[in-house]
């Protein structure tokens, strides 16, 4: 079976398994089975396939009939301007949360050493992304699940970060050290009726920790801003990713807290995404 054929017959396959993007998928898998350039498959499309990536390709394209992520089957994804390793204990990191480092990078002028800190860093996208930027910052980045931070990491290590971020497997509930010029976090806060509705690759594949806010969704969030008041110094900035219906309730609980609100800023179809705050006192 040559390039041409066996594009086909993925994209009929996963176009009958109504999966969103058939070719772009089938050629992704295909350019991963055999490692060449989808450019260079599209352009070589007689050349023959061996039997063994026959079966691999068959093994990978049964995965998405499945609804598994295309980031997971890849094990990668592009986040920012940066390739990040991705597996199926992250979150597969997304272009909206990309607003968290255009709004940091304001807050974090080129020749200074803020220190940083991230709640809930999973593949660690964002504080790596930041850290390639700002490399006179340093950085903290924690998360509850083990798994998630050993593939943050993996990742700090591939951008060779690793002796600039110091990662820590903790609940921040339980974390104590303060004095950070800034706060970043994409925290879950999906409430339980909305993590029904998800689309099948999200919800049977991504985890469940990196997703579910509790059944009102703002469990996490709570956490991360009433905790914040504590580790941020006088006048640093916590920079929150939210659900697009979330904002009122989340200034409601910011300004209990005591924060002035600097900003909300859109995602890119318009969606109030991410707030921007100040710790005052
Ligand atoms: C929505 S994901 C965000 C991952 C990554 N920062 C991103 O934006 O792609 C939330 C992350 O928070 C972590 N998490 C959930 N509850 C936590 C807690 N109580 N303390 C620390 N991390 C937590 C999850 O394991 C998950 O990796």
């Known amino acids: ?19 969103k993007n058939p070719n772009l998928d089938t050629e992704l898998i295909l350019s991963k089975v055999i ?17 063994k990536d026959i079966i691999k390709f068959k093994n990978y394209l049964m995965r998405r009939h499945q609804k598994e992520p295309i980031a997971y089957i890849l094990g990668y994804k592009y986040f920012w301007k940066h390739k990040f390793l991705t597996n199926k204990s992250v979150l597969i990191p997304r272009p909206d949360t990309e607003l968290i480092i255009e709004e940091a990078l304001k807050y974090l002028p080129i020749d200074k050493s803020k220190k940083i800190l991230d709640i809930g860093t ?40 690793e002796n600039k971020i110091n ?19 994409n925290p879950p806060y999906i409430n339980s009726i909305e993590l029904n509705r998800l689309d099948d690759d999200i919800k049977f594949h991504e985890p469940k920790l990196a997703l579910s806010g509790g059944s009102d969704g703002y469990r996490d969030l709570k956490k991360v801003i009433i905790k914040s008041k504590k580790l941020l110094k006088i006048n640093g900035k916590l920079i929150l990713e939210i659900g697009h219906r979330q904002k009122n309730q989340c200034l409601k609980i910011l300004n209990e807290n005591s924060y002035y609100i600097n900003y909300i800023s859109k995602d890119l179809s318009g969606k109030d995404r991410c707030i921007i705050s100040t710790k005052l006192q």
């Open 1 to 19: 079976m040559n390039y041409s054929q066996i594009l086909k017959k993925g994209e009929d396959f996963l176009k009958k398994s109504k999966i």
């Open 35 to 51: 490692n060449k350039k989808r450019e260079e498959i599209l352009l070589n499309t007689n050349n023959k396939l061996k039997i």
């Open 122 to 161: 999973g593949s660690g996208c964002i504080v790596i992304s930041l850290l390639k930027e700002r490399p006179n910052c340093s950085a903290t980045a924690l998360d509850i699940s083990l798994k998630a931070l050993n593939v943050a990491k993996t990742n700090a290590k591939l951008h060779h970060l």
């Open 167 to 185: 990662f820590i497997n903790i609940d921040i509930d339980k974390y104590k050290s303060c004095n950070y010029d800034l706060i970043i976090s």
